[in-house]
């Protein structure tokens, strides 16, 4: 078996070994926590991380298991590390918050990956884009409107922040940006889950990976704005106070991506 292990948050490495997450077989085997999120080959749980200072840390701990080893994933490169290396890339490169990594890794027979996880830091007071939309259109007062523009207008610097620094998330639906509401500071967003994100440099795959990234966002949007809105987070993206030829041709483009999609069989 070959082994790779990383724990960016060495600070951390005491408070880990008092957790018993010492080696990589101790992650591999971890189930404490709560059970969040399954599928397929993954699985999410929450817990927290005691600190020496008696604090306690809520984090999400995800793996991926292919037992037996299959030829499939012969040279497969694990999603754990391109989520921890994507998440560098966006908070250095885009300037976008994106959880702390705590430690990842990954395992190997031969050329074969077994298994993968990524440890991260829960952002504070979080939740989702969709859940805190559904939750503010039910406050009709003048601060839920305000807030509401205010991180509609965040959402979309947020993504023209990305896209002009040639990174596409390629999984960019609401539930994987969050907000974050602690007390002591502004409404603040995160992106997260990043294991299908890239950078493109050429002309044509900026183009198509940037309609991927709003159309998969668009699918989300129409159901918590309005059409209003969708123009005015659209004007917010782009820059302008009026949309161009051009800028209707992507909108076009967009909405057939979207139709043929909607269309495509389960």
Known sequence: MRVRMFIPAIEMTSDLHAAGLRDYEDFASFRNGDLVSQSGSAETRRFCIA??????????????????????????????????????TLRARCGVQVPDVIAFGSRRSGARLCDAFILTRAVPDAVSLDAWLAENAKMHCGEARRARARVMNQSAALVARM?????????????????????????????????????????????????????????????HLSRSELLRWLKSYLGVRRLTFSDRELVRTVWTDRRLKDRAPA
């Open 51 to 88: 600190t020496q200072a008696g604090q306690q840390h809520p984090c999400f701990f995800k793996r991926y298991a292919y037992r037996p080893p299959r030829f499939r994933t012969a040279f497969l490169e694990d999603k754990c590390s391109i989520e921890a290396r994507n998440y560098e």
């Open 163 to 223: 896209h002009a620094a040639g990174f596409f998330h390629v999984d960019l639906q609401l539930r994987n940006i969050l907000v974050s509401t602690t007390p002591t500071a502004d409404l603040t967003l995160y992106l997260i889950d990043s294991a299908r994100g890239r950078l493109a440099s050429g002309r044509i795959g900026r183009a198509y990976w940037r309609v991927r990234d709003l159309s998969s966002l668009y699918k989300g949007a129409r159901v």
